[in-house]
């Protein structure tokens, strides 16, 4: 089965190619011929990841799924949440974001979070959602150089590497979206 993955993100491709590329063909957004950037102004999670795989559906005519992540961070009142792309500006910076959540987290004893993923499959008409969450906490400094987004700061609970020191088959073993994809393949595989 073809579907296509509603995302411009290479690094998001990749993790979930490593999950369901021995199974499916996952197609990106470039191969269906989508260049353009997609809706994304729901104010949570579950809107987003709808609103990108709809617009994929409706636009394209292909069997597709979206996902839509939010780094929420208890002491800050589940913050940046749905905003953690733009938390820093418009300008979608990973490093302005990081250098922000860590100056808001200054001195502060609580650094507990965590990464929410929530995908949306959309097939044959049918619209299907699956959520992944990793509990952990903000690190003071950044560390390691792989992963994406805020994976430098990000430590699992459980684990001494952050996510951005893990390789792609340790972080999506235990990762939000690796959690929320490997719900995807198993449903995939019943139907
Ligand atoms: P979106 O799901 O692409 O809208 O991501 C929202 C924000 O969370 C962006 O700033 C991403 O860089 C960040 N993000 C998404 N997934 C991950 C991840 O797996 N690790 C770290 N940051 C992530």
Known sequence: MKLCFATNNDHKLMEVRE???DSFEVLSLKDVGCEEELPEDADTIEGNS?????????HYNVNCFADDTGLEVQELNGEPGVYSARYAGAQRSSTDNIRLLLSKLEGKADRSARFK????????????????IVNGVITEEERGAGGFGYD???????????????????KNAISHRGRAVQ??????SDK
């Open 19 to 21: 999950v369901l590329g």
């Open 50 to 58: 709808l609103q990108k795989a709809q617009y994929l559906f409706d």
């Open 117 to 132: 993923t929530v995908i949306t499959l959309i097939e044959g008409g049918e619209v299907v959602q699956f959520e992944g």
């Open 152 to 170: 430098p700061i990000f430590l699992p609970d459980g684990y001494s590497k952050t996510m951005a020191e893990m390789t792609s088959a340790e």
């Open 183 to 188: 719900k995807l393949h198993a449903y995939l």
